[in-house]
């Protein structure tokens, strides 16, 4: 089983920051690809960004230059800094996973969500 965990959403005015974590635990051998995806009202789950077990990342051109995703592999944790934020960002924030467990099997694994509201 694995599991994770976000933390970090809230009530920000726009221009402000928030920083998103996202930790996985459980029965993980290593972990390739994590990513961060947004449900706004009334719209489809999109992708904000991606980040590769190398390093190597991808944005949505709706929030390059302002967010940046890293994450800390020892750590089993990915971090979303949300910088100049803006109302249009209001959405719930997922973080997912490409996990290979220790059993070797492969799967794809979410987190619970995270509310982030920017007001204007």
């Known amino acids: 089983q694995v599991q994770l965990v976000e933390s970090g959403g809230g009530l920000v005015q726009a221009g402000g920051s928030l920083r998103l974590s996202c930790a996985a635990s459980g029965s993980i051998f290593s972990i390739n690809a994590m990513g961060w995806f947004r449900r706004a009202p009334g719209k489809q789950r999109e992708l904000v960004a991606g980040i590769r077990s190398g390093g190597s990342t991808n944005y949505a051109d709706s929030v390059k230059g302002r967010f940046t995703i890293s994450r800390d592999n020892g750590k089993n944790t990915v971090y979303l800094q949300l910088n100049s934020l803006k109302p249009e960002d209001t959405a719930v924030y997922y973080c997912?996973?490409?996990?290979?467990?220790?059993?070797?099997?492969?799967?794809?694994?979410w987190g619970q969500g995270t509310q982030v509201t920017v007001s204007s």
């Open positions: 997912n996973a490409e996990v290979v467990a220790n059993d070797g099997l492969w799967g794809l694994y």
